[in-house]
């Protein structure tokens, strides 16, 4: 019995050094002392996505392709699903109730308020050897911009400027307010009219603080949910090919209708794989062992697995 147990201990971490780090369970990312930076697919938001948590559990999704920050959000911070989304990266979703800060799309302006930049581009970010903390970078018609974002006490925002250089020409700043309780500009700042903040050209440095107003929507998280491949690459895989390779156990491949020996309560006999075989596979495999293959016993899910994720992952296999 105590062998038996210590061979499945180890056929489970082999499971889980054999997916490696690339495809681990979904889990969510914590921020503990330092700032976390993360960049990911939200749904619905632009692809280029970084979303970043404050120790202080403040939060915030800066738009890379537009450079601003979009939204925040109080408390937990990302779930990483760890779906792999081409180019865009992974998805995540954000552990919160997303509040808007009201920023246009592009809502920097130079010279004139209602003319879109010639020229927008993305620098990256620097960060505060001690906290962690971005200074994300931007060029905007050739100017050098650096831009901060923090939350000095709870719910509210402030969005820091600086500009390369004095007198580079008057800028503005898109930013809907009617939605928040306050928006308090610094010295210099006036607004040219509602929507839109005016930066003189003398200034070079200018920071917009947003007063949130306090929301009463509750956080609901929405359960997880995996894919069929999904669950196949992080609890089947390591054991299971599904291109007729052998593995500690049989392959996947044209797993459903083909017939296979089995033995079940020590009676050989064969069986065509349905969907009642697998299920039971899954969930009690034991039950029948296939043949050759009585040596290393495979795990059971019935406890890691809930039926709405069995039902998916049978569907995978019917053409994985
Ligand atoms: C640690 C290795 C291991 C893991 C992980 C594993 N299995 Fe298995 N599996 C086996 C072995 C060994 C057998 C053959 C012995 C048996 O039938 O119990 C087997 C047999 C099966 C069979 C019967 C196949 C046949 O041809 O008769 C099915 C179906 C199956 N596994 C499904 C799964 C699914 C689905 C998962 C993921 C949720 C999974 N297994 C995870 C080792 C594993």
């Not at 369970?25 to 930076?37: E, F, G, K, L, Y």
């Not at 302006?109 to 003319?115: L, M, S």
Request: include cysteine; proline fraction near 6%; aromatic fraction near 8%.
């Amino acid at each position: 019995m105590r062998r038996h147990a210590r061979t499945l201990t180890s056929l489970l971490s082999l499971t889980i050094a054999l997916n490696g780090l690339a495809e681990s369970a979904p889990s969510d990312i914590t921020v503990t002392n330092r700032t976390v930076i993360q960049r990911c697919v939200i749904d619905g938001s632009s692809a280029r996505m970084i979303a970043v948590g404050f120790p202080s559990g403040f939060n915030y999704a800066y738009d890379a392709q537009n450079c601003a920050p979009v939204y925040v959000w109080q408390g937990g911070f990302v779930d990483f699903s760890g779906e792999t989304l081409g180019r865009g990266g992974r998805r995540c979703e954000i552990l919160g109730v997303k509040q808007s800060l009201g920023t246009a799309i592009n809502p920097l302006r130079i010279g004139n308020p209602d003319t879109l930049p010639e020229s927008l581009s993305f620098k990256g970010y620097q960060r505060n050897q001690e906290t962690g903390t971005p200074t994300f970078r931007f060029e905007i018609n050739g100017l050098l911009v650096e831009q901060s974002i923090k939350s000095p006490s709870t719910n509210t925002v402030q969005i820091s400027l600086e500009f390369e250089s004095k007198n580079s020409g008057d800028k503005f700043y898109h930013i809907n307010s009617s939605e928040h309780e306050q928006v308090t500009l610094s010295e210099g700042l006036h607004w040219h009219r509602p929507g839109v903040v005016m930066i003189p050209s003398r200034i070079n440095k200018a920071s917009i603080s947003i007063s949130l107003r306090n929301i009463d929507k509750p956080y609901i998280r929405k359960p997880r949910s995996l894919s069929g491949a999904q669950i196949y690459s992080y609890y089947c895989k390591a054991c299971h090919s599904t291109d007729g390779t052998k593995l500690i156990g049989p392959t996947f491949k044209n797993l459903f209708g083909r017939s296979q020996e089995i033995i079940r309560q020590g009676i050989p006999d064969t069986i065509i794989v349905d969907t009642d075989y697998i299920r039971e596979s899954i969930t009690d495999p034991q039950a029948a062992i296939a043949n050759g293959y009585e040596n290393v016993p495979m795990p059971s899910f019935a406890n890691v697995l809930n039926g709405h994720d069995i039902n998916s992952l049978i569907e995978y296999l019917q053409n994985p």
